[in-house]
């Protein structure tokens, strides 16, 4: 009778915790002890996918038949700027891609000069976060190419990507995109700074003149409307210190999930 | 308590026996939260494209073969599931409903996702923390249910358990809610462990695989998973299609341990201990 009492007791007790679970779920998704915890499977996927790409592997390619249809353009359309809209206007001409950092030589690269140097050209599927997929055929110079024409200097880890969008808006330029990606990244063969998409010139809903394509990652690691590439061994100072426009809203830095 | 002497008459008597040892209870149950967890941060992260493609790709202008979503109706909105051509009203549970009172386009309603409130970079976070427990769970409960024998003693059926008059016997009975008494209450039914190696060696495997192949990092290291499940997008409908064969699973799951003996079955996942009658000087006990 006793232990009878006593497993009744428990029972009641944990159905009661569970009920207090289900309704807690927001208490401890807000719970910063919490999320340290979650936050630290991400190390994890990025450790294990990491080690399993020791070989390099390339994400699929697929070929003209595979293509969507409609390409989904997402995030920034056309970005909200008059320096943009002056670019535009003048069809890229004065657009110039600076690279500088932890660089020997810091670059200014026109489109003419990007499209004089070696392409590559990919047929490869693009993820969105939300669960959608896209393929599309994309064209341009490998980056890491560009990055050995300006020379690493010692210590540099990130490529840091500054867009000419501002995805949010806000007074302190907190809601400009960027993103960044690391060395291993940076140097794989897929990895192009692209200006042509499906045979054609970049679209402004695309990215034009010029965006990345960093392919075995999601699409948000895939930043459009490129001005700047800055090589860093740290993205603690910028913005969020996430190293990204949505890492600072809370997504994974390793988008390779 | 068990020894019988051999001159007494064969009476009924209630016995306890070792049914769940503790590593099959504590998979058990840490596959109960893992599996939770899964499930309402899953149907979080589906809330952000709530429609299901076949093949390599599919977004908004692609065609999908399961859609649920929110159509305007005059100055309200209203919920709208589509399953291939078929469309099906489903306002206040699938498509729209309500949160904080106020009717809301959702997909799935708010008391079941995690967070309750639209936030997917929370809900992967909580999904792939979940997909990891689960995974390293799964692989502690195979490599024990191969060495310990469990798979072999407990989820198996026996050969006599297969035979169609066996089966035939046993649906009818199941049909009836009637379970298996006494000796035969020692093992799981023959329903009871094809049902469970369905779920153990089919449906739980597929949830990882299909959850892969949705990776681009892991498709470049294993892009033949791409070719198994057809693509990035059907690995999403099959990853969907299967957790809601595991609800289903789930959902028939407990009501079978509510009419077959709720206080012993949860004794048996809690102690170990699963009670039976027997005759008196028949009963084993281990």
């Known amino acids: 009778m006793k232990l009878e009492l006593t497993r009744r007791r428990f029972l009641i007790g944990s159905s009661v915790a569970a009920t207090g679970l289900l309704t807690g779920c927001d208490a401890l998704v807000e719970n910063a002890g919490v999320n340290d915890i979650l936050q630290k499977a991400e190390a994890l996927t990025m450790g294990s996918q990491r080690l399993l790409q020791a070989h390099a592997p390339l994400a699929r390619e697929f070929t003209e038949a595979d293509l969507s249809p409609t390409f989904k353009a997402n995030g920034t359309q056309m970005p909200d700027s008059e320096d943009y809209a002056r670019l535009m206007e003048g069809n890229f001409a004065d657009w110039r891609l600076v690279v500088n950092g932890m660089v020997r030589t810091p670059l200014s690269l026109s489109l003419a000069d990007l499209k004089a140097m070696p392409s590559r050209t990919q047929i490869t599927r693009h993820d969105c976060v939300e669960g959608w997929s896209a393929i599309g055929k994309w064209t341009g110079v490998p980056l890491g190419l560009v990055l050995q024409k300006a020379g690493l200097a010692p210590g540099a880890r990130y490529a840091v990507f500054y867009c000419a969008d501002e995805y949010e808006k806000s007074l302190d330029g907190s809601g400009q995109y960027y993103e960044s990606i690391d060395l291993i990244d940076a140097f794989h063969p897929q990895t192009i700074l692209s200006y042509s998409m499906n045979g054609k010139d970049l679209e402004v809903a695309h990215g034009a003149p010029l965006r990345l394509r960093v392919e075995r990652q999601l699409g948000y690691k895939h930043a459009k409307y490129l001005m700047r590439i800055e090589l860093v061994d740290s993205f603690r100072g910028l913005w969020g210190g996430k190293g990204g426009f949505w890492e600072d809203r809370g997504y994974e830095w390793y988008a390779g999930i | ?286």
């Open chain 2, 1 to 286: 308590m068990t020894s019988a002497t051999d001159h007494e008459p064969a009476r009924p008597r209630k016995i306890l026996f070792y049914r769940h040892s503790i590593a099959v209870r504590l998979t058990h149950w840490l596959n109960v939260l893992c599996l939770s967890f899964l499930l309402m941060s899953g149907l979080q992260i589906f809330n952000a494209h709530p429609d299901l493609y076949w093949g390599q790709y599919g977004a908004d202008a692609d065609h999908s073969f399961i859609s649920i979503g929110a159509v305007s109706d005059g100055d309200t909105i209203k919920g709208i599931t589509r399953v291939g051509s078929i469309s099906i009203p489903t306002t206040g549970v699938l498509g729209a409903s309500t949160v904080g009172g106020e009717l809301t386009p959702r997909a799935f309603p708010s008391w079941i996702t995690i967070p309750g409130y639209q936030d997917l970079a929370t809900g992967r976070r909580w999904h792939f923390f979940f997909a990891w427990f689960f995974v390293i769970n799964g692989f502690v409960y195979l490599l024990y249910g191969l060495i310990a024998g469990h798979f072999r003693r407990d989820i198996v059926p026996a050969r006599d358990q297969l035979t169609p008059q066996h089966l035939a016997h046993e649906i009818g009975e199941h049909a009836r809610l009637r379970f298996p008494k006494g000796e035969e209450a020692r093992r799981y039914n023959s329903l009871q462990k094809l049902t469970y190696m369905a779920v153990i060696f089919i449906l739980l495997p597929l949830m990882v695989l299909t959850g892969l192949t949705m990776s681009p990092g892991f498709n470049a290291i294993f892009p033949w998973l791409l070719d198994v499940f057809g693509g990035r997008q059907s690995a999403r409908t099959i990853h969907f299609i299967t957790a809601s064969l595991l609800v289903a699973f789930v959902v028939v799951h407990l009501a079978m341990v509510l009419v077959s003996g709720v206080w012993n079955n949860l004794r048996s996942m809690i102690t170990g201990y699963y009670g039976l009658t027997v005759e008196t000087g028949k009963e084993t006990v281990k």
